[in-house]
T-cell receptor, first 108, second 112 residues
Framework: DAKTTQPPSMDCAEGRAANLPCNHS???????VYWYRQIHSQGPQYIIH???NNETNEMASLIITEDRKSSTLILPHATLRDTAVYYC?????????FGTGTSLTVIP | DTEVTQTPKHLVMGMTNKKSLKCEQH?????MYWYKQKAKKPPELMFV???????INESVPSRFSPECPNSSLLNLHLHALQPEDSALYLC???????????FGQGTRLTVV
């Protein structure tokens, strides 16, 4: 399974866009990039996923580089409730392994 | 219904006890997962069931025994645990790897 590398922590001002990077340089062609977040020991919450095209939903946008070796999760207008640990996951089949994640703090 | 329900929410057990954690979903998902999460660490995959058969066991000690009695239910039987097994135990389910996995809220286990 491919591994992911994320910065351990980031800050973002409330109302601004939060851009969370993830490196997955060993990703294989059939592996998807997933993003989850976890707020204070609740169950992880799904955000978005993609294979090679950029994706957008009501929560966020996912930008995947053309070589697929890295991606960026964008929260367009961060709120205080977006303070959480964000996990980037490369998934092949039922192998669903979490990386170390980024602790995002949204500052008022 | 997009919920994964885990019971109990909290459990305190002695090292000689036998207890079980339960996970239930009614989304028709055929893959179900158990994770263990220690404080300030990411979830660690323990077991994966696919179509009610164990497909992944991440070298978990035998004091943890999973069971999938049917496609909606996943159990984790606990016996002779150690205090270091205290953690948040998370269950998840998914339809396939092209679709998201849904997580339960976890069982907070304390071994005394």
């Amino acid at each position: 399974d491919a591994k992911t590398t994320q910065p351990p922590s980031m800050d973002c001002a409330e109302g601004r866009a939060a851009n969370l990077p993830c490196n997955h340089s060993t990703i294989s062609g059939n592996e998807y990039v997933y993003w989850y977040r976890q707020i204070h020991s609740q169950g992880p919450q799904y955000i978005i996923h993609g294979l090679k095209n950029n994706e957008t939903n009501e929560m966020a946008s996912l930008i995947i580089t053309e070589d697929r070796k890295s991606s960026t999760l964008i929260l367009p207008h961060a709120t205080l409730r977006d303070t959480a640990v964000y996990y980037c996951i490369v998934r092949a089949g039922n192998q669903f392994y979490f990386g170390t994640g980024t602790s995002l703090t949204v500052i008022p | 219904d997009t919920e994964v329900t885990q019971t109990p929410k909290h459990l305190v057990m002695g090292m000689t006890n036998k207890k079980s954690l339960k996970c239930e979903q009614h989304m028709g998902h055929r893959a179900m997962y158990w994770y263990k999460q220690k404080a300030k660490k990411p979830p660690e995959l323990m077991f994966v069931y696919s179509y009610e058969k164990l497909s992944i066991n991440e070298s978990v000690p035998s004091r943890f025994s999973p069971e999938c009695p049917n496609s909606s239910l996943l159990n984790l039987h606990l016996h002779a645990l150690q205090p270091e097994d205290s953690a948040l135990y998370l269950c998840a389910s998914s339809h396939g790897y092209r679709e998201e996995a849904f997580f339960g809220q976890g069982t907070r286990l304390t071994v005394v």
